[in-house]
């Protein structure tokens, strides 16, 4: 096989190799996938409009976010269940974003305690992705623990009241290998486990059971009063939620659609970029992911508003090569410039 050279190359490589569950976790969105089609296409309906003879010798892409500096606008977006990509799974993600100086943000269901992860990377910067539980108590420990560990901030989905239907998962009745555990809590704990669905995916009866449908800006006020860390939001699509998040005093909005895999039919968040940004008019950082595959798709998003971008499966797909990304992170670092 030849050496990739693209995302789309990592991409194809991880599906011929990984096992169906775990390929198909990662690589479907919700009911028919048309959002999963449009995140990409969106950015295929931009034109770019180049200015010529600027001197290009030496460029800076270093910028701050949230007030720490990352080398480049590309960001890690929390992905769940890294393990079943390579062994190392989100350590080897935490290591490569501390070496090439961008953000990696954790997921609630990472396969790697929150802890560990932390360990791993040393003084590199971390977010922490927070999911908020019927059970309060266990979702202050997960903020508690965060900050104690040296995150950064935390990033509160809000998109996610039940879980959306992906029907590849619904087929495969998905659960993690046997050997994987949501490591963030204890093993005696009903939330370290996934269990079989009969008709449905294990995360589908998982967030079911356990994740609060009730969640409201209250909640996200209520996550506020546990910590000093910065709050950012992300699940944010329209110029209305993102105007309540801002009254919240959130300090960041992620324009996101849970990279399709949540409410099938919503607009690709390229589209809703824009009037997210002119709601918001300054009052929090605006971050955009979903759809990310070239360096020109990141040029677009800034272009339009973004302060940074996140990608996801294209991570997941660096791992599954077993690069331990750092090759692969430094590649996606260069897309602004040589995308």
């Known amino acids: 096989m030849d050496p990739p050279l693209c995302v789309a190359d990592f991409e194809r490589h991880a599906g011929a190799v990984l096992?169906?569950?775990?390929?198909?976790?990662?690589?479907?969105?919700?009911?028919?996938?048309q959002t999963l089609k449009d995140n990409?296409?969106?950015?295929?309906?931009?034109?770019?409009?180049?200015?010529?003879?600027?001197?290009?010798?030496?460029?800076?892409?270093?910028?701050?976010?949230?007030?720490?500096?990352?080398?480049f606008p590309?960001?890690?977006?929390?992905?769940?269940?890294?393990?079943?990509?390579?062994?190392?799974?989100?350590?080897?993600?935490?290591?490569?974003?501390?070496?090439?100086?961008?953000?990696?943000?954790l997921s609630s269901w990472s396969t790697t305690s929150l802890e560990d992860v932390a360990s791993s990377s040393g003084s590199g910067l971390r977010w922490f992705?927070?999911?908020?539980?019927?059970?309060?108590?266990?979702?202050?420990?997960?903020?508690?623990?965060?900050?104690s560990a040296g995150y950064k901030a935390i990033v509160v989905t809000v998109d996610t009241p039940i879980l959306g239907r992906r029907l590849a998962d619904a087929r495969n009745r998905f659960t993690l290998p046997p050997h994987l555990s949501l490591a963030n809590f204890k093993q005696t704990e009903t939330a370290a486990k996934l269990v079989t669905g009969r008709q449905e995916s294990g995360l589908f009866q998982y967030t079911a059971s356990l994740i609060d449908p009730s969640l409201t800006w209250e909640s996200v006020r209520w996550v506020q009063s546990l910590t000093?860390?910065?709050?950012?939001?992300?699940g944010i699509l329209t110029a209305e939620d993102a105007l309540e998040a801002v009254k919240c005093g959130v300090q960041g909005i992620i324009v996101s659609n849970h990279g399709?895999?949540?409410?099938?039919g919503v607009l690709p968040t390229l589209?809703?970029?824009?009037?997210?940004?002119?709601?918001?008019?300054?009052?929090?950082?605006?971050?955009?992911?979903?759809?990310?595959?070239e360096g020109t798709d990141v040029l677009?998003?800034?272009?339009?508003?973004?302060?940074?971008?996140?990608?996801?499966?294209?991570?997941?797909?660096?791992?599954?090569?077993?690069?331990s990304h750092t090759h692969f992170l430094p590649k996606l670092s260069r897309l602004p410039i040589a995308g």
């Open 74 to 105: 590309i960001c890690v977006a929390p992905t769940a269940l890294q393990c079943m990509a390579h062994p190392d799974g989100e350590k080897a993600t935490a290591r490569a974003c501390a070496k090439v100086k961008t953000c990696m943000t």
């Open 40 to 71: 990409v296409d969106a950015f295929k309906s931009y034109r770019i409009r180049p200015r010529m003879l600027r001197d290009v010798s030496h460029v800076d892409t270093a910028l701050k976010v949230l007030g720490e500096e990352v080398a």
């Open 300 to 323: 677009k998003a800034l272009a339009l508003g973004a302060k940074v971008v996140f990608v996801g499966r294209p991570i997941l797909w660096g791992l599954v090569h077993n690069v």
């Open 19 to 33: 096992a169906k569950n775990a390929w198909d976790y990662y690589s479907s969105g919700a009911n028919q996938q």
């Open 129 to 147: 992705q927070l999911y908020v539980y019927r059970d309060k108590e266990l979702t202050r420990r997960l903020v508690t623990r965060a900050q």
């Open 260 to 264: 399709a895999r949540q409410l099938d």
């Open 271 to 293: 589209y809703a970029l824009s009037e997210v940004v002119a709601a918001v008019n300054g009052h929090a950082e605006i971050y955009l992911d979903g759809g990310i595959r």
């Open 228 to 234: 000093s860390l910065p709050i950012v939001i992300k």
